[in-house]
Each structure stands twice: as C-alpha cells, then as structure tokens.
C-alpha cells in the first residue's frame, strides 16, 4: 500500500506540472525566441522578495558559491527548455591566480525545484584573457532542445547534449585579435549554428556550423566595424534577415551566408537591435545617437529609409524594448526613457534607483516591461505615462538578464540562481 500511495502522490505531482509545462515558451537564447526580450507567458508575478521568501519558489548555489573561489563576471544569461535550466559560469579556484584560465562550467538545474542535475566542465580555449574585464562566461547559451552550444571567451565553443556530455568542441580562430573580450552570444537558424566573432576593426567574421557535428558550413569575413553584440533573426516580406549593429553602421545580412542585404552608417557597439513594424531600432550603448531604420531596403539606406534620430542616449549596456508602439531605453544613471516608436518624440524620462543598466528587459503580452535582474526589478506598465507597477528585490545583484518560462522567472545572480512564481 506504501509503494502505491507514492505512486499515487507522483502522478498527482506530474498532473499538477504537466498542463502548464506543455503549454510553457522556451526560453532558448538570450533575450528569448525572438533575441528581443518579447515573451508570451501569462501570469508572471509581478512581487517577490527574497528577505521573506514571498513568490520565491528556490534559490540555488551557483558553481563558484560552492568552492573557495573567485568568479568571473559571468554576465551570460539563463536559457530555458521544458523542464532544464541551463546556465554558463567561469570561476578562479582558490590555488589558481586570476592570470591563469578559470574553471568554465555549464550546469543544468531542474526548473520545478532548482534541483541541479548536472555540472559539466567545458575545456578552456587557446585565449588567456590580459584585460578582464568583459571576462570569460559573457556569452549566453543557446539550445536546440537536443543539445545546448556555449561559447566561453577563452575562444572555445562547444556542444553538450542533455545528458551533460560534450558533443564536440571547436577553437575560433583568430583569437589573438580580439580587442577585449568574446561577448556575443551564439544563435541558431534553420539548422545553422551561427557565430558572429568580430574580433576588432580589420578582421571579423560571421560563422555557420553544422549543430551535430560542428564542421564549419561557411564563413563570410567582415570588413565594415565590429561589434561586442548579439545578432537578431527577423522576418521582412517572407525573407529572413539577421540584424547587426556594428562599429561603424547598422546591417540587414542574409543569414544563410552572410551577405549584406542593407546597411546605414550608425555607430553600435553592445546593444543589439529591436525590431517592430517593419521599422529597427538601435543605438551604440557606449553613448550617442539612437536611430530608427525601415528594414525593407537595399545597399545605403541611410539617406531614404532612416525615419528618426535621437541626439544623445547616454551609455547603458542592455539592450532596448518595444511595448505597444513605444520604445523603452535604459541608460546611466539609472535612467528610464520612453520614446513614441512613430515619431521619436520622448513621452517621459524617468530614475529607478537601483536599476541594473547592464539586465535587458522582458516584455510580456500584459504589457508589462520587466526591468529583472537578481538585484532590483522594476516592473512598469507600457504606455506614454510612467505607471510603475511593482518593485522587487533579489539582493545578489549582477549584470545577467532574466528568463522567462511555464509562468516563472529566473535569475542569475553572482552567487546563485532564483526561480520566482505565484505561489
């Protein structure tokens, strides 16, 4: 009678997880499906706390709490699939000096209770950081839901299938020419794994691997600026393109070989792109000039398809938002702007103390903006007026963006990982 009321009391559990895990989004990559922070899960809290636990469903040690040592940045965010969290670390052991190469790891935690389910060491690459300070673990993972691909700046990517094996394992060439650090996260695409390694103003490229096998399927060399950010997949009348914002310009490519469709002169640098409309907006995240740009065009497009300009954005290291029909920037000092997507014309601008400038923002289909970091969240209602909905905080504050999947958020802290629910 024992063994089937255990029986019995599991298949109540999985009942009660299984309608809201098969309806759940993944959250594959960084900022999400679309690489834009948009989620469509419904009923994310909107309060937590961590001093009384309230919607805290668990909170885990992060490889680097768990040893005498010292971590990297680890500015790499949490992907989610199904029931897996997936989450990249590199950490100093006690005996080893911050000159050497750290540990890279890659650990799964089970999202139901954060249990973790494995934690696999990732082989360091050829590149021994001098300047640390975009550090080791900035890219964030991406999976397939067969197997996760990492990127670690020691100049190593990497696959490793559910179980916690490593699949195959590639050095970037080139790495000596890397001006500071690896920050752009991989991303797939109709069967591609793609990897934009621009490794300063002369020598960049843009490549495609083959997910299972990780031989190269092409590379194409990039000659106009670089970039420290993540490239967007969108969709322009039936074709895809792959949006880039580098050095020098902003650039509509071809992402089955890399070829450039468009390109406006911008300056880019960390922020990667948003798309809405038909329409992209961008700006350097290093300080200067935000610009919107039509998407539908061909070659220089700066003189007809450029619908806006704003003259200064100051330096803010996340990446933007759109919410029905307005943009939303973060910037120092803490500094929230809402702009009018058609016009350019500023509705407010407004400080959340506390705020992460370096955490990009959620947007869900309530729209609520959740400006989410293991630190201090803020959570605003879109629209032209400021309406400030909620404000919560994690008390382990890093520069790591939020995940959103199955109705919880999940942050990654410097010292652990948080799951926050209704509870």
Not at 4 to 13: E, I, N, P, Q, Y
Not at 24 to 46: C, D
Not at 383 to 394: I, S
């Amino acid at each position: 009678m024992a063994f089937h009321g255990r029986l019995a009391l599991a298949l109540v559990v999985g009942l009660l997880w299984m309608p809201s895990h098969v309806h759940a989004e993944n959250w594959p990559s960084f900022r999400g499906p679309t690489g834009m922070g948009l989620s469509q899960e419904k009923g994310l809290p909107l309060t937590w706390n961590a001093a009384d636990g309230s919607n805290v469903l668990w909170k885990s040690p992060l490889p680097a709490t768990l040893v005498d040592g010292k971590p990297d940045h680890n500015q790499s965010s949490p992907i989610v699939w199904q029931d897996r969290v997936f989450v990249t670390t590199a950490y100093w052991p006690a005996d080893r000096k911050q000159e050497e190469q750290p540990e890279q790891r890659l650990t799964c935690y089970r999202l139901i209770d954060g249990e973790q389910l494995w934690d696999t060491a990732i082989p360091t690459g050829p590149w021994t950081l001098s300047d640390r300070r975009g550090g080791y673990a900035a890219p964030t993972p991406v999976t397939d839901g067969e197997r996760v691909y990492v990127l670690f700046g020691s100049s190593l990517l990497a696959a490793v299938d559910f179980a916690g094996k490593i699949v195959w394992q590639q050095e970037l060439a080139d790495w000596q020419a890397f001006d500071v650090a690896i920050a752009s996260s991989p991303i797939l695409h109709r069967g591609q794994l793609l990897v934009l390694a621009d490794r300063n103003q002369k020598k960049s490229s843009l490549t495609a691997y083959d997910p299972a096998t990780g031989k190269q399927l092409w590379e194409q060399k990039r000659t106009t600026g670089f970039t420290h950010t993540t490239p967007v997949i969108v969709e322009v009348a039936g074709r895809a393109q792959l949006l880039v914002t580098a050095s020098s310009e902003l650039q509509g490519l071809d992402p089955a070989n890399g070829e450039k469709l468009w390109w406006c002169k911008t300056p880019g640098d960390v922020t990667s792109p948003v798309f809405a409309d038909g329409l992209i907006y961008t700006d350097s995240g290093r300080g200067g000039p935000g610009i919107l740009v039509a998407a539908d065009g061909q070659g220089d497009v700066a003189a007809t398809h450029v619908k806006w300009k704003l003259d200064q954005i100051p330096e803010g290291l996340s990446s933007p938002a759109i919410a029905a029909g307005h943009l939303y920037r973060l910037h120092n000092p803490g500094v929230l702007k809402c702009v009018n997507l058609a016009t350019g014309t500023e509705q407010y601008a407004t400080r959340l103390n506390g705020v992460s400038v370096s955490s990009s923002p959620i947007v869900t289909p309530d729209g609520r903006l959740y400006f989410a970091s293991a630190g201090k969240t803020f959570v605003v209602q879109s629209g032209p007026k400021y309406e400030l909905l909620a404000t919560n905080d994690l008390g382990d504050a890093s520069s790591s963006s939020a995940a959103a999947s199955n109705g919880r958020l999940i942050f990654k802290g410097k010292k652990y990982l948080f799951c926050v629910g209704q509870k």
